[in-house]
């Protein structure tokens, strides 16, 4: 089942260099490891903005919920979910 | 290149229903070519609305704007363009 | 698996009396047919709208879609959809 | 009588770990004691939000008042409340 | 129990003109009768505007809708409704 | 000549206590003045919200201004001022 | 007592030609014998916008809504109102 | 003196197919008489909308409202305007 | 050449009482010597707001740009600029 | 391949002047050098804002997000981007 997610990071000015360090460090150690599980299928830049575009594909509303709860630059994200359900003209459905 | 494009279908009450149902043959017709030639790898439906979100893979903002404009269901809809860019966490990078 | 649907209706002022009560009967009949399959578990009139807030409770991102594209009103609503979690103040979590 | 509320959640960055924690854990027994008295049926977490939505039912508009003023979170909450009303085609009414 | 409403009045410009002046001497006639009931204890016009802002006095939430759902510009309306509380500092509580 | 004023409050997390405490009292005191000179004809709590809605009845805009300028939380207010006619469907006009 | 004052007009694409213009010369008969009188001292337009931002000097919130109730653009037009104070900085207060 | 300016053209879907093309090409006469002039120095249409963006250079306000309120478009158009300055990283300032 | 400037001052509340203070005492003396040269024709205050609305009038848009650049408040400020041109109803044009 | 981009600035009141000072010395270098090398051919003061509306020419979305990404108020700044193509108008297309 899968669900668009907008990401929109707003790092304090003054979070301290290692804590921001670190932390972009785990969520990028994070994101690669459901990236490899499949479960985060993409994962785009949106030009010109500290934010990604992805795609998830996640059994449940609370996995996706877990997912995201989980990552490590939560507490200074916005973020958009959107449901996805097949469009009648894709080729692959 | 890759862009992300959000597309709000709103059809007038009062159209024809020959008309209406003709348009959305040949919009699928449309969506469907550009899909098998790769220029517009994904088409997904956005959960209770008459909206999809894309993603399209195109050599230039020209080419992207051609497309679009070409669509049969363009005079209808509302479009968002957001342009992407490689991801630093994404494992495909 | 758990949604907050919020559906706006807005029927265009011209509209065939006829065809507008056998439309609201007719979605009358489609709402009470999915409460009783426990699809759609709750459904409240927000005070002075043409509006309801409704929970629906489905399988699937593309069952979702597939009841409220099939809403008899569909064509004059806007919509829209918030996935649900379990919360973890819950006590029947 | 029922009330939809939805609440966002915004901790400062910088707020103390102890306070969070207390915090966190009188809104949760503050919750659960009204859910239990049967004041505050429903609560769900929006997947990906720091937010609930959550169904009140309340003699008035006061009582509802003092139950959300009263949340520990209160502070650090947005707050949207939606009055609700019987839907004519819910077929519990 | 008091809530606030916005009434925002949008007349198409083809209605009939008769329809047009029944329509609003029959909302006067409504909004008359229920002031005097005490139902509706305040209606101002908002300066510059085809609104007016409202204050009820009512039982229920249902009881509002019900007003409001029967007002007969209610299909030309857009209408906000606030919820009202005692303030702790109003010196007649 | 009456004016509907629509004020939120948003205390900073990090405000001495006493110094918030001193702020209330002060508005408090300076709101009920204003109530019992008549300027200040009703003052409502919005449900779930830091906000009250008031009517002021006041001689100009000058007038209104200073009132408003000198609450003792105008620094911590959002306001919104919304001028008030008399209604032609007013029993009272 | 100054209010500033905006207009927008948005003129149906299908009004008739001479309703049009004979609107458009009342409007100016209107607006230029308020002016005269001195209740409408400025009236500017917006670059680019089928708009106007003009000052009235009005005894009253009610003489000032009687004035732009009767504009013979009215039905075709979105008001939005600010009332104003003198400015503590003004070389002539 | 520079204005950026956003044009977005939002033409009825019914109307007079003869008009829509004379009226579009009576505007791409006016605007490339313009852009020969040196008044209107960039038109760039953004990526799918019936929109452009251009840039005017212009002698004062009034001449670039002269230019936009006689665009055969006018009528269907909604503008925003953005007064420009030298910017002081500019090379060619 | 005139512009509507509309300027909201949002002043940290943690800001010291004698650079606030400078700052408005130098913000005063700003406008009052452009108001007596006739650059600044008007200054009103928004009722209820820390705001005014002025009309200036300039020779360019760089002179406006480095007037509003110049005001001690600018840090504080959010700026909205209108640019204004003759009114075909105005009396005086 | 050309993209407009609004970006404006908010530096936060605390910052430490000579960072400050540093920070804006090496934006204008940074920009200087691109505008020198054609990427960004235009760069406007938006009047009376922290903002500038520039145009780049590049070569892909990916090099459009690297020059953004490493202005020296990037973290400082909001940036809207969009892609432009050419316009049927155009006198120089």
């Not at 010109?48 to 877990?66: A, I, K």
């Not at 997912?67 to 459905?93: C, K």
Request: net charge negative; charged share 25%; aromatic share 10%.
């Amino acid at each position: 089942m899968l669900f668009a997610v907008k990401m929109d990071v707003d790092l304090p000015a003054d979070l301290d260099p290692e804590v921001k360090a670190d932390t972009i460090a785990r969520e990028k150690a994070y994101s690669q490891k459901l990236q490899r599980s499949g479960k985060w299928p993409h994962i785009w830049r949106c030009v010109g903005q500290y934010s990604n575009l992805s795609v998830f594909d996640v059994e449940s509303n609370d996995e996706l919920h877990d997912i995201l709860w989980g990552l490590p630059l939560f507490p200074y994200m916005s973020i958009e979910v959107t449901p996805l359900a097949v469009h009648p003209s894709d080729i692959n459905a």
